[in-house]
């Protein structure tokens, strides 16, 4: 239910920045995350499937773990989020730039953790994704970071 708390005020923001005409909409929520509609949702389909781990499943039945889904999901809503930036560093330039370097990408963070979360990114690519081959390589990477995290989790409580 506080997801709510996110997503809405963002949609809100954002439908009074393109009613006033802004060219970048980075005020209000919008100078906590550059993308607070997608966190909003990210966190409300992930309370989603903690609720559904609290359900008992149908036995035999063939079904894709839930949380698979939740990742290829989230992944895919990063994946245009990045595809968002690169058009509006085309269209707005330096502007935009300047609006990246004060907010962060989504989830706001000390500055030490989302250099450690980037960290893979910068080693690669060197700097933000620029195009569709680096939008895919960073999705990819991180999904790949991700399940190897969750198996290596998984392992670590079977013991």
Request: overall charge positive; glycine content about 4%.
């Amino acid at each position: 239910m506080e997801t709510w708390l996110i997503f809405l005020p963002s949609t809100a923001t954002w439908l009074y920045g393109k009613f006033k005409k802004c060219e970048i909409v980075d005020f209000w929520i919008y100078k906590y995350s550059r993308h607070p509609q997608y966190l909003g949702y990210i966190l409300w389909s992930y309370g989603l499937l903690i609720y559904v781990g609290y359900k008992d499943y149908v036995r035999g039945a063939f079904t894709i773990p839930p949380t698979l889904i939740w990742l290829v999901t989230t992944m895919i809503i990063v994946g245009v989020a990045l595809h968002e930036e690169t058009e509006m560093r085309n269209k707005y330039g330096k502007k935009y730039e300047e609006y990246c370097r004060k907010t962060p990408f989504m989830i706001p963070l000390p500055r030490s953790i989302a250099n450690t979360i980037t960290a893979p990114l910068k080693l690669l690519l060197k700097e933000n994704p620029r195009n569709m081959k680096d939008i895919i390589i960073t999705t990819v990477l991180y999904t790949v970071i991700l399940i190897a995290l969750s198996y290596m989790l998984i392992l670590a409580l079977k013991l």
